[in-house]
């Protein structure tokens, strides 16, 4: 499965953006499609998650703030990042499980300025 990440980029403190991940490749009919992120010196931790079916699942700091959603057709996902912070900045990775296997793509810068 190869991942493209794209939407990144400048943002002022409270501000929006949408990052999108299009997969192509083998996808199984049964996958998880995840956002994680990574700011310097911090480990990758989970931003959020959708699985085929359609369940979602967040990470603390962004519940509430952040909505991750799917086009079928697509084979994209999308993370909606809304009342951005500083503390939001890091390089974004979407991953996709299926089929027994994990993959990446390559990351997008999220600077929020403050």
């Known amino acids: 499965v190869q991942l493209q990440a794209s939407g990144g980029g400048l943002v002022q403190a409270g501000g929006s953006l949408q990052l999108s991940c299009t997969a192509s490749g083998n996808i199984g009919n049964s996958y998880i499609m995840s956002w994680y992120r990574q700011a310097p010196g911090d480990d990758r931790e989970l931003v959020a998650e959708?699985?085929?079916?359609?369940?979602?699942n967040y990470g603390e700091d962004v519940y509430g703030r952040f909505t991750i959603s799917k086009d079928n057709a697509k084979n994209t996902v999308y993370l909606q990042m809304m009342s951005l912070g500083p503390e939001d900045t890091a390089v974004y990775y979407c991953?996709?499980?299926?089929?027994?296997?994990?993959?990446w793509g390559q990351g997008t810068q999220v600077t929020v300025s403050s």
């Open positions: 991953s996709m499980v299926t089929e027994g296997s994990r993959s």
């Open positions: 959708i699985t085929s079916g359609g369940s979602t």
